[in-house]
């Protein structure tokens, strides 16, 4: 049972939920502008973990075909055969069910909005089959976070939420294009899309660039419309310095640094950001 669970966080990449977790949370602190209710935490935390499972799963589902062929991808769970297809779709539906029951256990029109988010989560993996810009849905996957928080705590679309939304499905699509030059080669061989197997290595690395220039300037404007301090401002000029960092590791032609620009830097932008929003607002209010 152990060896099985492993097998199952293995598969859905579970580490990985520190991407999205923290800025999550810095969302309710946001949106609140102090901490809401442990019940609203403890129920948005279930529906993160359980959105951010189902996407992996579908996606690991769905990409099976392509996993098997794919060099880099067979020692994954799914490809050696532990965990099996029927297993992988149980996850996806059990975890999006999850999630619509932790929305309808913070209000009627998150429950009632909730099969969108589940949606997008299932057009993601199946958005490289036909468009080159698939790494901006998986931006709006994450810029449906905090408008989530927003409709769960306040009932209603708060601008700063918008603002965040747009920081946030900018952040994902950039690294997201940087963590796809891994895959240049074979997708065009299997015929699937994506912006660096499309335009190349150099345009790829100019759109991650200015995707991540967009974050920062969303990120300013998030902070203007929730009033944060210089404390969140201070912050946000030292993860750009994080950002400039991760971009300086990949080079044209040098692509051998991008697990560590997209594994331990982008983790280390989601966890800055979610201190400077709890630090900036317990301090200026």
């Known amino acids: 049972?152990?060896?099985?669970?492993?097998?199952?966080?293995?598969?859905?990449?579970?580490?990985?939920?520190?991407?999205?977790?923290?800025?999550?949370?810095?969302?309710?602190?946001?949106?609140?502008?102090?901490?809401p209710p442990l019940d609203k935490i403890f129920w948005i935390v279930v529906a993160l973990v359980a959105g951010r499972t189902a996407g992996m799963a579908f996606n690991r589902f769905f990409d099976l075909p392509f996993d098997k062929l794919n060099p880099r991808s067979q020692n994954w769970a799914s490809v050696k055969g532990v965990v099996k297809p029927a297993e992988i779709l149980a996850l996806a539906v059990f975890s999006s069910l999850v999630l619509v029951f932790a929305a309808y256990e913070l209000n009627k029109l998150a429950f009632y909005l909730s099969p969108v988010a589940i949606l997008m989560l299932v057009i993601y993996p199946l958005g490289k089959r036909f468009t080159n810009f698939v790494h901006l849905i998986l931006g709006g996957v994450y810029f449906l976070i905090p408008v989530a928080v927003s409709i769960a705590l306040k009932g209603k679309v708060l601008p700063e939420a918008v603002f965040l939304g747009l920081g946030m499905a900018f952040w994902v699509s950039g690294f997201d294009i940087l963590y796809a030059l891994q895959d240049i080669e074979f997708d065009r061989k299997v015929g699937l899309h994506?912006?660096?197997?499309?335009?190349?290595?150099?345009?790829?690395?100019?759109?991650?660039?200015?995707?991540?220039?967009?974050?920062?300037?969303?990120?300013?404007?998030?902070?203007v419309a929730a009033g944060l301090g210089w404390i969140y401002y201070t912050g946000l000029f030292i993860l750009a310095a994080f950002l400039v960092y991760e971009h300086s590791l990949i080079k044209e032609n040098d692509l051998s640094k991008i697990n560590v620009a997209f594994f331990t830097i982008n983790g280390y932008v989601s966890i800055l950001y979610m201190l400077i929003v709890i630090l900036d607002i317990y301090v200026n209010r």
């Not at 293995?10 to 923290?22: D, M, Q, S």
């Not at 759109?207 to 991540?212: G, I, K, M, N, V």
């Open 194 to 223: 994506s912006i660096p197997s499309r335009y190349g290595v150099k345009k790829a690395l100019m759109l991650a660039r200015l995707f991540h220039f967009l974050t920062l300037v969303f990120l300013i404007l998030t902070g």
């Open 1 to 35: 049972m152990i060896k099985k669970i492993k097998y199952y966080l293995e598969l859905v990449k579970f580490e990985h939920t520190i991407f999205a977790l923290p800025f999550g949370i810095a969302a309710i602190f946001i949106v609140e502008k102090g901490v």
